[in-house]
């Protein structure tokens, strides 16, 4: 019996030499979320403050980051889980989705970003450059995170069949 399971082990070994190492990914990935964080705080603050309360574009804006920021906690989730030893094709989809996904997202969010950036008040411009650069960081991590993918051999094109960065 266990002859059976080493000569298992040696076929195994033969197909599979290595274990896929995702933690450069999983990094990318973290920084991402992190700036995506940023601007979820920020953007949600302003909604508390009299004079930003009502600012034009904010609620079109999170309209766009509330499925970017799950797709990329997501991503974090499935990428942990490889990462962790997991390997199922579903859970790479998954994870390839929601980056690609989150990516489509960060576009819209830019765009809004900008509109609210315009109509903020002047002693709010600086915040808001602020914001613009968390998602600036968030969106060069996750077209960083695409490459890797691209590089470990994964389509990371979006549905229109076009690069996702």
């Not at 079109?60 to 199922?88: D, F, I, W």
């Not at 990516?103 to 969010?109: A, H, T």
Request: a neutral charge.
């Amino acid at each position: 019996m266990l002859g059976n399971l080493l000569k298992w082990v040696n076929v195994l070994s033969f197909y599979y030499p290595y274990r896929q190492d995702w933690s450069s990914v999983l990094e990318y990935l973290n920084y991402s979320l992190n700036g995506e964080q940023m601007v979820c705080s920020m953007t949600t603050q302003l909604f508390h403050i009299p004079v930003t309360r009502n600012l034009k574009g904010n609620s079109e804006m999170h309209n766009h980051l509330v499925p970017a920021s799950y797709h990329r906690v997501t991503a974090v989730g499935c990428a942990k889980r490889l990462q962790n030893g997991e390997s199922h094709d579903s859970i790479i989809k998954a994870m390839v989705a929601c980056v690609n996904n989150g990516s489509k997202q960060d576009k819209e969010v830019t765009k809004w970003l900008a509109v609210m950036r315009e109509n903020a008040p002047s002693e709010y411009k600086g915040f808001m450059d602020s914001v613009i650069n968390w998602q600036r960081q968030a969106e060069q991590s996750l077209a960083y995170t695409q490459q890797l993918l691209r590089g470990m051999g994964f389509d990371t094109e979006s549905e229109n069949g076009e690069p996702a960065y």
